[in-house]
């Protein structure tokens, strides 16, 4: 039986991220992933990134998180993977106050983010429609990343610094005895061995920690996303990234090739728009329909289309369709199992996964191998205790 200092469960941004920082502090570390990295919902991620959010310890994490997303080069001598095009938001007159306090947070945090009045959008981004629009919100130094190679560049990069990989392994059972973690049971590598075990499984975590008695208060939600074909004029007609609270959209440009475009339903300010169609639950998330049918993608451009009305020129591509494993609050959870001596996980991430997922990886290894992450305290199960 092979042993190591701990074994972490999911090549997904977060999982690959622990075993990159536990590889590089010198642990003895397993990377146990049923497929390969990136090849669960990581991958499919818009990957937009920013900073701005109303809870201090997300914008922390997003801070950290795409900070390491920049640094895949040095980190890792990888290709570039971020690029900094910018994050412009917008939002109406009843949420104005409360972004704007969290932009100076933010920026007393050492983050680089604007104040801009509708005429100062309007300079930023010609043919925008201002209509009901009390305020946006300037990132320069944000944007979007190439999530299925960053992932892929971190996980390369924790296997150069001596990480075990353990691809096309399915975890089948969490090995648990009189209150601690032994290690994790493979469909083919039998039992591999650790007194610590870092569960990121994403969506497929539910099931691995139900089979030892911990029910997570989490479900899993189909989210599709819209493709606009940009014909190599992609950046000419949205030369940023882009999140609209009024009309519940997002969208960025994918180079010069393509825009994708999503929903937003207010992740990260505690409120869940309630203009938009419910997401498909998921059970199954090996068997769900990762194809978007043309209604659906008309669907999601009926919340662009309106204030960016340029984009209307353009075909339309094939959509497709992620999971995202959401919590009751739409916030992550990060910690310990209550019961369980040397078990974490990290699931919930509500779509915020990817963005934070780098930083989440490296606060979950410290929480593994220390027992304490203050930054993510806020994070903890015990908050949806009855």
Known sequence: MKSFDVIVVGAGIAGASAAF?????????????KSRPASGPTGRSSAVTHAFYLQPELSQLAIRGVDILRRIPELTGEAKMHHEIGMLWACGPDAAADWRAASARIR??????????????????PGLNLDGIALGLWEPDYGYADA??????????????????????????????????????????????ASRVIVAAGVWTKPLLAAIGCNLPIHVERHEMAVLEGSGRAKQYLPFAWCDDTMCSYARPDGDRVILAGTWAGGGTGIRNQALKRPEAIQTPDTYKEGVEESESID????????????????????????????????????????????????????????????????????????????????SLNRFAA
């Open 300 to 379: 999601i451009l009926g919340h662009l289309f309106p204030r960016l009305p340029a984009l209307q020129e353009l075909g339309l591509r094939p959509g497709y369709a992620g999971l995202y494993d959401m919590s009751p609050d739409d916030n992550p959870i990060i910690d310990q199992v209550p019961g369980v001596e040397g078990l974490v996980v990290v699931c919930g991430s509500s779509g915020h996964g990817f963005k934070i997922g780098p930083a989440v990886g490296e606060q979950a290894a410290r929480l593994a191998m220390t027992g304490a992450a203050p930054l993510v305290q806020p994070f």
């Open 148 to 193: 299925h190679g960053a992932c892929n560049a971190i996980a390369k990069g924790a296997k150069d610094r001596g990480c075990h990989m353990f691809l096309d392994t399915e975890v089948v059972r969490l090995v648990v005895d009189n209150g601690r973690i032994e290690g994790v049971e493979t469909h083919n590598h039998g039992r591999l061995a």
């Open 108 to 125: 007393g945090e050492g983050s680089t983010i604007e104040d801009l009045s509708p005429a100062d959008m309007a300079k930023l981004a």
């Open 21 to 33: 920082f536990l590889a590089g502090a010198g642990h003895k570390v397993a990377l146990v992933e």
